[in-house]
């Protein structure tokens, strides 16, 4: 078996995943119970609240790839940068997620410069506002600034209607078109 089960009740194969199984819904579900850096924060942080803040970081017209941007941890998890290095065969299938959940929203076929650095000023944020404090340079980090405003809690049934609303705000007028 190659699939999972999604809590839309969708089939979502990992070798040949189909657009017809992407669901804005289940993304929002899945992303606002997953949590980021493997549960590592001071207190629960999600891939939904993550997506939602980029989406925010961005000029409109990349709003919804911010938001976006991490849809395949949905289906795939978040796996720590470090570890997911490690993992070939995960990178690959998580890419091809990534391509079909891309082709369903519309989205451009690779990710946009503006949403890799919308993300990385997000990363950058949550370090300072989520992760121990520890002294060791980030790489990536260099010469990125955090966003003004520190990163507040949130429950998971707040993130994921906040991701919602965040989509239907930013594809109402695709859908009236």
Same mark, same amino acid.
């Given at each position: 078996? =190659?699939?999972?089960?999604?809590?839309?009740?969708?089939?979502?194969?990992?070798?040949?995943?189909?657009?017809?199984?992407?669901?804005?819904?289940?993304?929002?579900? =899945?992303?606002?119970?997953? =949590?980021?850096?493997?549960?590592?924060?001071?207190?629960?942080?999600?891939?939904?609240?993550?997506?939602?803040?980029?989406? #925010?970081?961005?000029?409109?017209?990349?709003?919804?790839?911010?938001?976006?941007?991490?849809?395949?941890?949905?289906?795939?998890?978040?796996?720590?940068?470090?570890?997911?290095?490690?993992?070939?065969?995960?990178?690959?299938? @998580?890419?091809?997620?990534?391509?079909?959940?891309?082709?369903?929203?519309? !989205?451009?076929?690779?990710?946009?410069?503006?949403?890799?650095?919308?993300?990385?000023?997000?990363?950058?944020?949550?370090?300072?506002?989520?992760?121990?404090?520890?002294?060791?340079?980030?790489? =990536?980090?260099?010469?990125? @600034?955090?966003?003004?405003?520190?990163?507040?809690?949130?429950?998971?049934?707040?993130?994921?209607?906040? #991701? !919602?609303?965040?989509?239907?705000?930013?594809?109402?007028?695709?859908?009236?078109?």
């Amino acid at each position: 078996m =190659s699939w999972i089960l999604t809590a839309s009740g969708r089939h979502l194969d990992y070798i040949q995943p189909n657009v017809g199984d992407i669901n804005i819904l289940d993304i929002a579900q =899945s992303l606002a119970n997953e =949590s980021r850096y493997a549960g590592h924060t001071r207190f629960f942080y999600s891939v939904a609240q993550h997506s939602w803040l980029a989406s #925010f970081v961005v000029p409109r017209q990349h709003a919804l790839e911010a938001l976006l941007h991490d849809a395949a941890e949905a289906y795939c998890k978040d796996i720590p940068s470090p570890l997911k290095a490690l993992l070939p065969d995960y990178r690959e299938i @998580e890419a091809r997620v990534d391509g079909v959940i891309r082709k369903a929203f519309g !989205l451009p076929f690779t990710e946009t410069p503006e949403v890799k650095r919308a993300d990385l000023v997000v990363l950058a944020t949550e370090r300072r506002d989520l992760m121990p404090a520890d002294g060791t340079p980030w790489r =990536s980090l260099e010469g990125i @600034e955090p966003l003004p405003r520190k990163i507040a809690g949130m429950l998971p049934s707040r993130a994921q209607a906040i #991701f !919602l609303r965040r989509y239907i705000e930013l594809t109402e007028n695709r859908r009236a078109a």
